[in-house]
């Protein structure tokens, strides 16, 4: 069975920095994508980045570019958010999910549990 | 800014059908799968089902989907009081190479 384990999150002073892991079980990764998703408290989901199969193409929500970067560990089977200069608004539970197929545009079945970013002075 | 767009609550009595749209455009919806998630608090997002009826093993069916052009709906039918969550529509945008989701649809089972 695919499992998958955010870790990684905590509380962090505005322009901070923070590397959150998505750790997933159960399959080679690298040949999947992997995409990252927040809920901000009382807010809706948000998309923020993705990173195809196959050591394939990274993507980013405007919201996160050039300060939100992804990358993977095939040797860990673990994908990493790199997250550098932190405001209040990226206080957020972060969710990672596996996709189905090593596209980022597939299906994202497989979900985390979250790990809780807060970023406050 | 959430570019694809739900209503923000929906509501239903138990054994009703409800259905929740989710419009976008050509560049998302009308290019792409439409994906439909449900969320508890506390719990990680759920994939329900995606175009034309594809569920995930474990959705039952009474959980069915429709898309035409730029707008897609998600219907429940014989609805249970464990159904009340918040729904979220998701498709990519061509366009932009993003995931584009729904602001939420919070349904309450009256």
């Known amino acids: 069975e695919v499992q998958v384990l955010e870790s990684g999150g905590g509380l962090v002073q505005p322009g901070g920095s923070l590397r959150l892991s998505c750790t997933v079980s159960g399959s080679t990764y690298s040949d999947y994508a992997v995409t990252w998703v927040r809920q901000a408290p009382g807010k809706g989901l948000e998309w923020i980045s993705g990173i195809a199969g196959r050591g394939g193409s990274t993507y980013y929500a405007e919201t996160v570019k050039g300060r939100f970067t992804i990358s993977g560990d095939k040797s860990k089977n673990t994908v990493y958010l790199q997250m550098s200069g932190l405001r209040a608004q990226d206080t957020a539970v972060y969710y990672c999910?596996?996709?189905?197929?090593?596209?980022?545009?597939?299906?994202?079945?497989?979900w985390g549990h979250g790990t809780m970013v807060t970023v406050s002075s | 800014q959430s570019v694809l767009t739900q209503p923000p609550a929906a509501s239903g009595t138990p054994g009703q059908r409800v259905t929740i749209s989710c419009s976008g455009s050509t560049f998302n919806i009308g290019s792409n799968h439409v994906y439909w998630y449900r969320l508890l608090p506390g719990t990680a997002p759920k994939l329900l089902i995606y175009t034309n009826n594809q569920r995930p093993s474990g959705v039952p069916d009474r959980f069915s989907d429709s898309k035409s052009g730029t707008s897609a709906s998600l219907a429940i039918s014989g609805l249970r009081s464990e159904d009340e969550a918040v729904y979220y529509c998701a498709a990519w945008d061509d366009s932009l190479s993003v995931w584009m989701f729904g602001g939420g649809t919070k349904l309450t089972v009256l």
């Open positions: 999910a596996r996709g189905n197929s090593w596209e980022p545009y597939g299906t994202f079945a497989v």
